[in-house]
């Protein structure tokens, strides 16, 4: 029997081969922006013409794109006389067209699958000139947590989902260093300062060792899927730099709301 044990895995092989044409036959792949048909998982060459990469001149702070010819320093009339928990933040992507509805069905029709997809765009904002320095290795990844409640309704955490895809790809560390502690519900129908007040006690650093040692002197790129306020992102920032001891911290996102 020795030979019919040497083609075993042949056979297998085969098989597997076979069925994962014949799955490919049955239910070709949807592209993630418009459902046309495609090869493989992820976006059309159409959804991906679409896409509008983040491009200079933006604001140095929170990476909001300004019209004209900018020299020297840019700061956009939201930042300027303005501090916050982070250095700057940095995004792949304006959140427009198919990018918006690739988001949108993560979030809420728990579409995994387009994890690779928004890990590979999330790459574009790592471009930055101010993520490439010496210590460009030493950056630890710290997705924005959602709080267990959250998490349970939405199936996972959409941003450590990206981020941990996109530290394995880029070599970087990767920390789910915090943790939601309030449930905060409908920010969008509060204004500023009552949403502000009820972000700024959501967050806590995970109070294991482990996270303290990571976190503690270590460059930090805080990662979500869209920034948009930066209020999020901010409270998340300045648990990591006043009670983590990050070196600093900057904020990248796949997207630009
Ligand atoms: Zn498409
Ligand atoms: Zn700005």
């Not at 020795?2 to 895995?9: D, E, M, N, Q, S």
Request: some cysteine.
């Amino acid at each position: 029997m020795p030979a019919a044990r040497k083609l075993l895995p042949a056979v297998r092989r085969f098989a597997a081969a076979t069925g994962e044409g014949l799955a490919a036959l049955l239910y070709p792949a949807r592209c993630f922006g418009c459902s046309a048909k495609v090869d493989s998982p992820g976006l059309c060459a159409a959804c991906e013409a679409e896409l509008r990469p983040v491009r200079p001149p933006f604001c140095d702070t929170c990476g909001e794109p300004v019209s004209g010819e900018i020299y020297g320093d840019v700061r956009c009339t939201n930042c300027s006389g303005r501090e916050f928990g982070y250095g700057f933040a940095i995004a792949g992507y304006l959140a427009t067209g198919p990018l918006r509805q690739v988001i949108h069905d993560f979030k809420y029709h728990r579409r995994l699958a387009v994890r690779a997809t928004l890990a590979r765009l999330a790459e574009a904002a790592f471009d930055d000139p101010r993520l490439r320095g010496p210590e460009a290795a030493d950056w630890v990844v710290v997705p924005v947590p959602l709080h267990p409640r959250r998490q349970r309704e939405r199936g996972y955490n959409q941003a450590a989902e990206v981020a941990a895809l996109l530290a394995r790809s880029l070599g970087l560390g990767y920390c789910e260093a915090l943790a939601r502690t309030r449930y905060t519900s409908a920010q969008a129908r509060l204004v500023r300062d009552e949403r502000l007040a009820n972000l700024s006690e959501a967050f806590a650093l995970d109070p294991s060792p482990e996270v303290r040692t990571r976190i503690d002197g270590a460059p930090v790129v805080l990662f979500d899927d869209v920034f948009t306020t930066g209020a999020t992102a901010d409270a998340c920032a300045r648990v990591l730099r006043d009670h983590g001891g990050a070196e600093k911290v900057v904020v990248a996102t796949v997207a630009r709301g």
